[in-house]
């Protein structure tokens, strides 16, 4: 069949990207599900900092890729062997395929999934290959999802079924933003009622990591940025404190409020001099959670004594050390409780072809959520 797709062509093109245009939208070739596979229409896709990192070539993948990763639709077909789906399903995509069978899959961390990500590196489906062509060559996925597009295929288990009651453009941001950022607290860090918690950057997941302290009880709940309309929308979320880092030090603000330092601080950034100022804001015997991806070449620098001497913890967090079919329903219970109000993260809606833009806003700090709706065009 044929699907019109947003294409990354080439990778680190300079910004705007208005003008540069390194994503084109054009008619592709999709092929039908394979073994173990699904077709979906995608209904509502986030632009998340992941899709800029392959833009702007710090997360480097293989080109020609469909970019989006974080997505929901409706399954129109499945292949061979298909149990977990069936067409007419409403989906919310992961963006780790698991295959259920390494080791890390069943010692319950299918975030890092040996298959799942390999496949994803490649830039292939979980069982190999890819299912898009353009002028008769193949186009790689992106994270198994490839989200930006009216239509895709993906392994079915990158695919959670939900109700169809929950719209579709709140679906979509549970499949990264709140999966990250909400899991990084009640996963990862595991935080508990009464703690205090700092989240150093408030990008979609940062803005999620808020609402997940919030929803897990801790105080204070301290937001910091540079931008002052994102803590203004964590203040709306529940932050208790919020520190502008552009304008006071961060460490100092954040351990004056705290009485020292926060049990838990979660860094959002991507950034590894972030990364260690969130370090450096925890208490004695406190956890650091990283969430956000810096460039693979940037180095971490901390005082190797307060790991010993301190019991300071630094821990990665990966898609939220999430389970996604344990994980994802409960998440979506609190959103229908009032408890995430994930709806809010939104800022913009546009259609494929506005792409470029978004990814220009996203870059300067001017959005938390963008939603891609194919049909909007």
Known sequence: MKTRAAIL?????????????????????LEEPGYGEVLVELKAAGICHSDLSVVDGSRPRPTPMV??????GIVRATGPGVTAVQAGDHVVFTFVPMCGRCTYCTSGRPALCDLGNAANARGELLRGGRRFHRHGQPVHHHLGVSAFAQFTVAAEESLIKIDPDIPFDVAAVFGCAVMTGVGAVVNTARVEPG????????????????MGAVAAGAYPVVAVDVLPDKLERARALGATHTVNARGVDA??????????GVDYAIEAAGNADVL????????????????GLPHPAAMLSIPAVTVTAEERVIRGSYMG???????????????????????????????LEEINQGFDRLAAGEAVRQLVLPDAD
Request: aromatic residues 4%.
């Open 67 to 72: 970019l989006g990763h974080e997505a929901a």
């Open 251 to 260: 460490v100092e603000a954040v351990r004056d409020l705290t009485g020292g």
């Open 276 to 291: 260690a100022q969130a370090y450096r804001a925890t208490r004695r015997g406190g956890t650091t959670v990283a969430v």
């Open 9 to 29: 062509l080439e990778m680190g093109r300079p910004r705007p990207y208005a003008e540069s245009r390194p994503v084109v939208v054009d008619e592709v070739e």
């Open 195 to 210: 703690s205090s918690v700092a989240v150093f950057g408030l990008g979609g997941v940062g803005l999620a990591a808020v």
């Open 321 to 351: 050390s999430a389970v996604p079919r344990r994980d994802l329903p409960r998440f979506l219970r609190l959103f229908r409780a009032g408890r995430l109000p994930v709806d809010r993260l939104i800022t913009h809606r546009l259609g």
